[in-house]
């Protein structure tokens, strides 16, 4: 199929190239000059595993290109993915939708031949089907324009393996049409065994929403049972593994940290919240704002950690290094990234910070530029007093606690995200702290 993807940034780049894999003709439209050059030069200006590589080949076959004009791709594509922005409104809580019907009332006064338009962005109920009065009011072909919601769930970090390789399709149709052209678009994925829930446009939009605050709610709840571990002296790790082991449940998304962040799960949970409240389903708010409020609180958590851990001595003047600044492993995503606001939080107390992260140095960068930063792990130690370990990239896993020692002023480290084996640790030297787990 001759495809469109609207909108290229940590959704709409991945979408469009592995689109190109399956073995689509690709066309990207973004309004950003300069990223429309890198992209065609097979530069890829955000990072995520495997990405890079999808780029290139696609880009030097010419299966893939990417363009400022959408009327080049509506005169191209027979469909048009959105993948536009849809970030939190002023309100704070529910989406700002003017990027999805920006989209629209750019591309379909172009379409003079039947496509169908199929919508990506995470969007507030009942946008599907104002979505489809506006471009089938301003398209040429009127009510020939289809439009479908085809919600995605991709974890930064493994997007393009979650596009390509997906748990679940879901595809809010009110056509025929609508529907074959979205078993035409993903034949390659359903072939595999894939499963399409083909539902009404209502439930594909809230079905984002709900799977993310699902996800949220998981994450809170260990969190909220970490802090009864550090109150009672247990260890949050071992009930992990015994809440994992039963299927109702299940260890994944369940580790304890200093809370979820990035671009989709703050704002989804928000979002779904004003709408349990806005569909009168108060108790279903409550319950889910409650998740919120854990969350809003890892940061004090993590404070209170870090205070323990210098035992009296003060945290003003103190050299502290933060490892993690991306909002998770795999990205270079920094948006609402708990490492940063753990950063900033030390820094307000006085600490001299310096950040290291494998990706995420470049764009954290920009948007906290008030931090020393590094790109180089060992150096990112020297003289430090303290090191908080606040994303859980594999490197930090990986690295051999026994050759950092001696960089530190105090080999003395907080785990913010009980990623770390402790007894290496330990057994090299250090002081090591984690969240929910007693001190061995």
Same mark, same amino acid.
């Given at each position: 199929?001759?495809?469109?993807?609207?909108?290229?940034?940590?959704?709409?780049?991945?979408?469009?190239?592995?689109?190109?894999?399956?073995?689509?003709?690709?066309?990207?439209?973004?309004?950003?000059?300069?990223?429309?050059?890198?992209?065609?030069?097979?530069?890829?200006?955000?990072?995520?595993?495997?990405?890079?590589?999808?780029?290139?080949?696609?880009?030097?076959?010419?299966?893939?290109?990417?363009?400022?004009?959408?009327?080049?791709?509506?005169?191209?594509?027979?469909?048009?993915?959105?993948?536009?922005?849809?970030?939190?409104?002023?309100?704070?809580?529910?989406?700002?939708?003017?990027?999805?019907?920006?989209?629209?009332?750019?591309?379909?006064?172009?379409?003079?031949?039947?496509?169908?338009?199929?919508?990506?962005?995470?969007?507030?109920?009942?946008?599907?089907?104002?979505?489809?009065?506006?471009?089938?009011?301003?398209?040429?072909?009127?009510?020939?324009?289809?439009?479908?919601?085809?919600?995605?769930?991709?974890?930064?970090?493994?997007?393009?393996?979650?596009?390509?390789?997906?748990?679940?399709?879901?595809?809010?149709?009110?056509?025929?049409?609508?529907?074959?052209?979205?078993?035409?678009?993903?034949?390659?994925?359903?072939?595999?065994?894939?499963?399409?829930?083909?539902?009404?446009?209502?439930?594909?939009?809230?079905?984002?929403?709900?799977?993310?605050?699902?996800?949220?709610?998981?994450?809170?709840?260990?969190?909220?049972?970490?802090?009864?571990?550090?109150?009672?002296?247990?260890?949050?790790?071992?009930?992990?593994?015994?809440?994992?082991?039963?299927?109702?449940?299940?260890?994944?998304?369940?580790?304890?940290?200093?809370?979820?962040?990035?671009?989709?799960?703050?704002?989804?949970?928000?979002?779904?919240?004003?709408?349990?409240?806005?569909?009168?389903?108060?108790?279903?708010?409550?319950?889910?704002?409650?998740?919120?409020?854990?969350?809003?609180?890892?940061? *004090? /958590?993590?404070?209170?950690?870090?205070?323990?851990?210098?035992?009296?001595?003060?945290?003003? %003047? @103190?050299? +502290? =290094? &933060?490892?993690?600044?991306?909002?998770?492993?795999?990205?270079? *995503? /920094?948006?609402?990234?708990?490492?940063?606001?753990?950063?900033?939080?030390?820094?307000?107390? %006085? @600490?001299? +910070? =310096? &950040?290291?992260?494998?990706?995420?140095?470049?764009?954290?960068?920009?948007?906290?530029?008030?931090?020393?930063?590094?790109?180089?792990?060992?150096?990112?130690?020297? %003289? @430090?007093?303290?090191? &908080?370990?606040?994303?859980?990239?594999?490197?930090?896993?990986?690295?051999?606690?026994?050759?950092?020692?001696?960089?530190?002023?105090?080999?003395?480290?907080?785990?913010?995200?009980?990623?770390?084996?402790?007894?290496?640790?330990?057994?090299?030297?250090?002081?090591?702290?984690?969240?929910?787990?007693?001190?061995?």
């Amino acid at each position: 199929m001759r495809v469109s993807v609207i909108g290229c940034g940590h959704l709409g780049i991945p979408h469009a190239a592995a689109m190109a894999e399956l073995g689509h003709e690709v066309i990207g439209v973004d309004v950003d000059q300069a990223k429309v050059d890198r992209l065609n030069a097979g530069e890829c200006p955000i990072y995520e595993t495997g990405l890079p590589e999808l780029l290139v080949r696609h880009t030097a076959s010419g299966r893939l290109r990417f363009t400022t004009d959408i009327r080049e791709a509506a005169a191209f594509a027979e469909l048009h993915f959105i993948g536009v922005g849809t970030p939190i409104d002023a309100d704070g809580r529910s989406y700002d939708t003017g990027q999805v019907y920006g989209a629209i009332r750019q591309l379909a006064p172009h379409l003079d031949q039947p496509c169908t338009i199929v919508g990506k962005s995470t969007v507030t109920v009942g946008t599907t089907t104002r979505v489809t009065a506006l471009a089938q009011r301003l398209a040429p072909v009127g009510e020939a324009v289809e439009v479908v919601w085809n919600p995605e769930f991709l974890r930064e970090g493994h997007a393009v393996e979650d596009t390509l390789r997906p748990d679940r399709l879901i595809a809010g149709v009110t056509t025929a049409a609508g529907e074959k052209a979205i078993r035409a678009v993903y034949a390659p994925i359903l072939d595999a065994g894939v499963p399409l829930f083909v539902t009404d446009p209502a439930t594909a939009e809230l079905a984002k929403g709900a799977a993310n605050t699902f996800l949220g709610l998981k994450i809170s709840y260990i969190n909220a049972v970490a802090d009864m571990c550090e109150a009672a002296g247990g260890d949050v790790s071992q009930i992990v593994d015994i809440l994992g082991i039963d299927p109702r449940i299940g260890s994944g998304g369940m580790r304890p940290g200093i809370g979820y962040g990035g671009g989709c799960l703050p704002k989804d949970v928000r979002a779904f919240t004003a709408s349990a409240r806005q569909l009168g389903a108060d108790r279903a708010a409550t319950l889910l704002r409650a998740a919120e409020e854990v969350n809003e609180s890892r940061t *004090d /958590v993590a404070m209170d950690l870090v205070s323990r851990a210098l035992t009296g001595r003060p945290l003003k %003047g @103190a050299r +502290v =290094t &933060v490892w993690g600044a991306a909002f998770k492993p795999g990205t270079n *995503d /920094v948006r609402e990234s708990p490492a940063l606001a753990l950063a900033h939080a030390l820094q307000q107390a %006085g @600490a001299i +910070v =310096t &950040v290291h992260d494998p990706q995420a140095v470049a764009t954290a960068v920009i948007r906290n530029p008030e931090f020393d930063y590094t790109d180089d792990l060992p150096s990112s130690l020297d %003289g @430090a007093d303290l090191v &908080v370990l606040a994303t859980e990239w594999p490197e930090y896993r990986q690295v051999d606690p026994t050759a950092l020692v001696g960089r530190p002023a105090t080999p003395l480290l907080v785990d913010c995200r009980t990623t770390l084996d402790p007894e290496p640790w330990r057994t090299a030297g250090w002081t090591l702290h984690q969240l929910g787990r007693p001190g061995k």
